[in-house]
């Protein structure tokens, strides 16, 4: 069973009844763009299910604030939202948020090219890039209200990448789920490295001492030593510790016939799940950072790892998509409230990971032999 296919909608969220108050479905979903001061742009979403969140239409339509109910879901940055600024480096622009998209043609540390010699900044170029051609549309299916916003993001240069992302937001109304839809497309006529990780990010208190990560996975490798230092405890979540090292995790994730994945953040009561499709995100990483004031954890799937091009090119990790190819991608993220749906949630993927397969395209070899 999907776990939104556990939510139970208020009785008057039903079409008759809505009918028969209103004319106007924003009374009750929308998704409603403004500017700030700083001339960002933002769109604030709102859904009778106690789920709001703010889109970045100038940062990759990114995901920034977020709360349930007025529960804050993730970590921000002093003084974000931020501006796209390529004369800033990434860690500076980097504004929490639920969701930063890494791409799309590198996703890991700064590094130099070792065939042409070309600088990448952390995580790639998408994050700083401005959406166009947004849309939004909604209907009845049944007595169900769907409303999806839709936008483009180019990341374009003369004579290299020529790539077009079309991202979809769906909301259900009365559910506290977001669906996030990406088809990436190479106008180009060249083979084009593509990287893309989706950096969910989560914080307190949604995550706090307690809080644990179940995920339906065959192995977990530590990405490092500081990683494998906290190896035995890598699910748990601990209190806010000055100066702690981050942490980062591989999952071999485990998948039913329908390719999907799923992993959840979760209190006794409380959590976020995760459900996301294999076919082309093989990857998940957890990044773990309980650090003091920046206490700010990830749960990541992806095409990719966070290692780079050159290393993701040395080890055939690198995807490549070709000239007028189109790839989807696909995930939506779930409020999951009360111990009931907790221990469901639970449930659930424990069963896949005891049933399910292990997921094609997952590479993660060398680790495994790193560190046995």
Known sequence: MKSDERTQLPHWLNRDTLEQHSVDMRQFMDFRQSTLSNGSRIIEVYNSSGLSFTILPD???????????????????????????????????????????????????????????????????????????????????????????????????????????????????????????????????????????????????????????????????????????????????ATATPGFAEQVFYHHATTGEDNQAMAALLQDDFGLALQWDTTNLPYFIQWKNTRQGIYVNGIEPGNCIPEGQNSARENKRLMMLKPGKTLSFSCQLQIIAGKEAVDQQKADISKLRSTGTAVVGCKLNDYALLYK
């Not at 931020?82 to 980097?94: A, E, I, T």
């Not at 947004?134 to 169900?144: C, K, P, R, S, Y």
């Not at 936008?151 to 790539?163: H, P």
């Not at 937001?169 to 083979?191: A, E, F, M, Q, V």
């Open 59 to 237: 940062r990759g339509l990114d995901i920034w604030t977020a709360h349930y109910k007025g529960l804050p879901l993730t970590w921000i940055s002093q003084g974000s939202p931020h501006p796209p600024d390529f004369g800033q480096s990434w860690l500076q622009q980097f504004n929490g948020g639920l969701l930063t998209t890494c791409g799309l043609t590198h996703v890991g540390p700064p590094e130099t090219d070792s065939k042409t010699g070309e600088h990448r900044d952390i995580h790639g170029k998408y994050s700083r890039l401005r959406a166009e051609n947004l849309a939004v549309q909604g209907g009845w299916n049944t007595d169900n209200y769907q409303l999806e916003l839709t936008g483009t993001v180019s990341e374009a240069r003369l004579f290299d990448e020529q790539l077009r992302l079309v991202r979809t937001y769906r909301l259900s109304l009365g559910k506290p789920t977001i669906h996030i839809s990406d088809t990436i497309t190479n106008l180009g006529d060249t083979p084009t490295p593509l990287m893309l990780l989706y950096h969910i990010n989560i914080g307190f208190p949604l995550v706090t001492e307690g809080a644990r990560l179940h995920i339906a996975h065959e192995a977990v490798h530590p990405r490092d030593d500081a990683a494998r230092a906290g190896f035995d405890t890598w699910e748990n979540y």
